[in-house]
């Protein structure tokens, strides 16, 4: 083969490589982020009302608390307030942006979150109304202990009573955007602090922690519940990321488009492959004429041609895999970790794919050469 | 050895055909440098490409020791050109990537022979030759003599029973066309190959054992030669 075909040949089988590990690692991607999704290690739930009076999405806190008593004795559950991100909160003499949650007392417990400092609230506080509030161990660590001993949720001093910390974004369920700087509330202290306002009266959701339970086993409970109740309005059990749903689609759709983008690069390396070794042949159709003058039948010509193409797969593969790497490294760095996984499977996934698009396109030139007349090419010496 | 029987071959199709060889009889024998002449069209090269099992005939009988091979399918036929016969051509027709060994190893590719043997008889046909001192260089560095010499050696490597070169010395001078003829007919004298030389070149035609003259696809005279014998290139050839 010609040293500038063999280069283009590389050059092509390189894209085709670049092309097949994007679309590997993107598929990895998408594989490891369908996996964040995937509820079943988590054994948390969120029941919610997705349209109650006035378009509002969520439930009132008897609602909730007549849902918690249909669940069995080995699950447990938490009302959950949406997040009040316009509270004025003031710490010692500062203002500060925090959200403001009502849960119930077992909150800590259902998420897993560590006491770090004194303790979470009890039944007792939510049932007497206490002006207390946890807080997370990050704005113990901002403001300091004693700031935080002069505590003020718009205009009402409370006593921060503990510290937490812990995966404080996964208790975001449905709807809320809790963060490290969140405070917990009694939710019925919660009520009574924001009583009035346009939310009041309103929990968002029945967080529910149930080890064993499926979602299918949960919508069947509350199913049959609601079939007793009259006017029964309509409830759904979620996972915890499904909050995300919405951007959850919108990568999906991007990954796809890169798939897509991918495959298409594939489709064309591999036609590339093929117009170069076709042209090769044409150029060399002599050299194959007096090969067959020679003895050569049409599998040792094809066997050649396979052998030239898979030899400059492997070259370009080489090449590809470095090329992959690189491109993975920079959309990594600028998109975000999860999109392209880039290991080693991807890249023998890439060569060996490479390999066999060498292979697979050989078998239009390796034809053509086949059908060479020796006499007439040969004839075109004189 | 080899007998041609009534061969006939036509190009193209009725009505815009051309006979390119016009019931042709002949006989080719071993230890024998038969010289094929006649003008441009007369059929030389095709009668050559058709003994050669690279072309097939229209019509009549080839047999090669006793078998008949027009009913050979594609695979016997390469295995014939690859172990009975040896060719030679004017434009050598070597591969300008490959050394010299390489290119003489070319058919050993395509032969029954083990691989651990391909380069021992490259190496000895090249000694044969007189050209095993250049085996590592490539074509473009020998001149148009040591070419063809190459040439040889590779229609030499599988044994073949019968030699068939088309204007061997088309594209070489005088003096190195006659060494060639040399060899050609050394080839035929010391080693019972059967040589088929198609020239336009009296010189070479006159050191064959025998002339064959073509016309519009016919033999229209086969005739053994003495070492007397003068042949001229025809005015028109």
């Not at chain 1, 076709?278 to 094809?302: E, I």
């Not at chain 1, 895999?321 to 990594?332: E, F, K, P, S």
């Not at chain 2, 090249?126 to 040439?151: F, H, N, T, W």
Request: aromatic share 8%; glycine share 8%; net charge negative.
């Amino acid at each position: 083969m010609k040293p500038l075909y063999k280069t283009l040949l590389i050059i092509g089988i390189a894209m085709g490589v670049v092309a097949t590990s994007l679309i590997f690692g993107v598929g990895q991607g998408m594989v490891m982020h369908i996996r964040e999704k995937d509820p079943n290690d988590l054994d948390i739930y969120a029941v919610y009302q997705p349209t109650s009076s006035g378009g509002i999405t969520g439930m009132t806190l008897h609602f909730a608390r007549e849902i918690a008593g249909w669940l069995p004795d080995d699950v447990t559950a938490s009302a959950v307030t949406f997040d009040r991100y316009d509270a004025e909160v003031k710490i010692g003499a500062e203002f500060f942006s925090s959200r403001v949650v009502g849960v119930d007392a077992g909150f800590a417990t259902l998420f897993d979150l560590d006491i770090t400092e004194g303790r979470f609230f009890s039944k007792e506080d939510q049932d007497n109304r206490s002006r207390v509030c946890v807080v997370t161990n990050d704005l113990v660590d901002l403001f300091g202990r004693e700031a935080l001993s002069s505590f003020m949720i718009n205009g009402v001093e409370y006593e921060v009573i503990g510290a937490v910390q812990g995966d404080v974004n996964l208790a975001s369920l449905m709807h809320g955007n809790y963060s490290s700087s969140s405070v917990f509330l009694p939710i019925e202290t919660w009520y009574e602090q924001f009583e009035g306002s346009f939310y009041a009266g309103v929990t968002m959701q029945l967080a529910v922690h149930a080890p064993g339970y499926s979602k299918a086993d949960l919508n069947q409970l509350v199913s049959q519940n609601l079939i007793n109740m009259e006017s029964a309005p309509t409830l759904k059990v979620a996972t915890p990321n499904e909050k995300n749903y919405n951007a959850w689609a919108r990568d999906l759709l991007i990954l796809a488009g890169i798939f897509f983008v991918a495959f298409l690069v594939f489709l064309l390396a591999g036609l590339n492959i093929i117009q170069i070794a076709s042209a090769n042949v044409y150029d060399q159709q002599r050299v194959f004429g007096l090969k067959v003058a020679l003895g050569a039948l049409p599998k040792h010509l094809a066997g050649e041609i396979t052998g030239e193409i898979v030899a400059c797969a492997l070259q370009g593969g080489y090449l590809g895999i470095v090329l992959a790497g690189i491109v993975n490294t920079i959309m990594n760095h600028y998109v975000g970790m999860y999109w392209a996984a880039f290991n080693i499977f991807t890249a023998i996934a890439g060569m060996i794919l490479a390999l066999l698009v060498g292979w697979i396109t050989s078998v239009i030139p390796a034809r053509q050469a086949a059908r060479i007349d020796p006499v007439a090419v040969l004839r075109q010496e004189r | 050895m080899i007998e041609l029987i009534s061969i006939t071959k036509v190009y193209g199709q009725e009505p815009n055909t051309v006979t390119a060889l016009d019931r042709v009889t002949l006989k080719l024998n071993p230890n024998e440098l038969t010289a094929v002449m006649g003008p441009s069209g007369s059929g030389k090269t095709t009668l050559l490409n058709i003994i050669g099992c690279l072309d097939s005939a229209t019509a009549g009988e080839y047999h090669l020791d006793g078998e008949n091979v027009a009913g050979l399918d594609l695979k016997a036929k390469a295995r014939l050109r690859n172990e009975m016969f040896g060719f030679v051509f004017q434009a050598f027709n070597l591969l300008p990537d490959k050394t010299v060994l390489d290119n003489v190893m070319i058919p050993s590719r395509y032969s029954r022979r083990p691989r651990k043997e391909w380069k021992p008889k490259a190496m000895a046909v090249l000694e044969q030759m007189g050209i095993a001192d250049l085996a590592l260089r490539y074509p473009d560095q020998l001149s148009g003599g040591q070419q063809q010499r190459v040439a040889i050696a590779r229609a030499l490597v599988n044994d073949p029973k019968v030699i068939l070169a088309d204007e061997p010395t088309g594209n070489l001078d005088s003096a190195t066309g006659r060494e060639i003829v040399d060899v050609l007919k050394t080839l035929a004298d010391k080693q019972g190959k059967a040589v088929v030389v198609v020239t336009h070149d009296g010189m070479v035609a006159s050191q064959a054992h025998r002339l064959l003259q073509m016309m519009d696809g016919r033999i229209i005279d086969d005739s053994m030669l003495d070492s007397s014998s003068v042949v001229f290139s025809h005015p028109n050839f």
